[in-house]
């Protein structure tokens, strides 16, 4: 790993296992170089040495804290770019670093890494964060959901079709949680129809990711951050996924029923990607079965919404997780 060297003890800001860290940042610096501002993310998040990695400011020695390492991967957030630095920033290798630090402190479960089978590191597959039984609860949870609080209508009327904006809430859900399951259909392997096109595309660990050709590769690993996976997923996603979300929007192009799933849908699948590989710590439905649009009802309401952070165990519909209602309130104070 070149000169950098994990400390026998890891900083208490740092989440992830030693052996874990040791291999992502080993290859890491195989992909970016030890001179890079990426190897420098490694060396100052684990040791305080050297200058920070976005910043440049001298380390001290000491591996900085939580909210030293927070300020870092968002110095200069306001780029006018539209996305948060770390998943879009003029400096490819800047951006890497940013995303080290929240990898290593949990601020985000995606890989930092290019390589477009990354999720082997943490037993997923593709470039995803999510494990096989992680993605197959959070399916369960949507199909829970469109048992409890109803699925779409057999039929809608075609100027209803139309209108999805004015669709009663639980229509909304009921399309959020169908973009979900079928997103996580198609990359579990359970389906061959990708959930915005509706091209048959069968997805396999190894063919999939065998398609990328050699002499592409360089091309290739100029898509950082999100668009650096398995490309049949996010050419599905880049691709198409805009076109289904903005429909009947003001100043938007109308539905178009015959042709796309509903714009919820479409979210519904964008969420689902986003949490798979990691880069939102929010599933697309959660332990209840709800998705953005519809609280949950009767005794099982969610309460956590209004109290402003998630109640655990003194809220009917949760538990021991931390439920959709209470990510709006927990994202504003990020």
């Known amino acids: 790993m070149d000169s950098i060297q994990t400390p026998t003890t890891l900083p208490p800001t740092i989440t992830r296992p030693r052996g874990l860290v040791d291999a992502v ?13 990426t190897a420098s993310a490694w060396r100052w998040a684990l040791t305080g040495h050297g200058p920070s990695p976005v910043s440049d400011a001298p380390g001290n020695g000491q591996p900085p804290g939580g909210g030293a390492i927070t300020a870092e991967a968002g110095h200069r957030a306001n780029l006018g770019r539209g996305y948060p630095p770390w998943r879009e920033d003029g400096n490819p290798d800047r951006q890497q670093a940013r995303r080290v630090l929240r990898w290593l402190t949990g601020a985000a479960d995606a890989i ?19 494990t096989d039984t992680q993605l197959r609860q959070v399916r369960y949870w949507a199909y829970t959901g469109l048992a409890e609080h109803g699925n779409l209508p057999e039929q809608i009327p075609r100027w ?15 399309a959020w949680l169908n973009g979900t ?57 880049s691709g198409y996924v805009s076109s289904v979300t903005m429909q009947g929007h003001e100043g938007q192009p109308t539905a178009e029923p015959d042709e796309k799933p509903p714009p ?71």
């Open 181 to 237: 399951i079928a997103y996580l259909d198609w990359i579990l392997g359970d389906s061959d129809f990708a959930p915005l096109s509706g091209h048959s595309l069968l997805l396999d660990p190894v063919t999939t990711l065998a398609r990328i050709d050699s002499r592409d590769l360089a091309a290739f690993q100029r898509m950082y951050g999100i668009q650096c996976g398995a490309p049949d997923i996010e050419d599905e996603i």
């Open 160 to 174: 209803k079709a139309e209108r999805p904006w004015q669709w009663p809430a639980w229509w909304m859900n009921a």
């Open 112 to 130: 930092p890494l290019l390589d477009p089978g990354r999720g082997r590191y943490v037993g997923a597959r593709f470039h995803l964060a999510r």
């Open 264 to 334: 919820q849908w479409g979210e519904g699948v964008e969420q689902a990607h986003d949490w798979a590989t990691g880069e939102d710590a929010k599933p697309p439905a959660d332990h209840h079965g709800c998705g953005d649009y519809h609280p949950c009802p009767d005794v099982l309401r969610c309460l956590c919404e209004t109290a402003g952070h998630c109640l655990r165990g003194q809220c009917p519909a949760c538990t021991d997780r931390i439920c959709n209602a209470a990510w709006t309130s927990i994202e504003e104070n990020y």
């Open 25 to 37: 940042m080993s290859a890491s610096l195989h992909e970016q170089g030890s001179a890079s501002r």
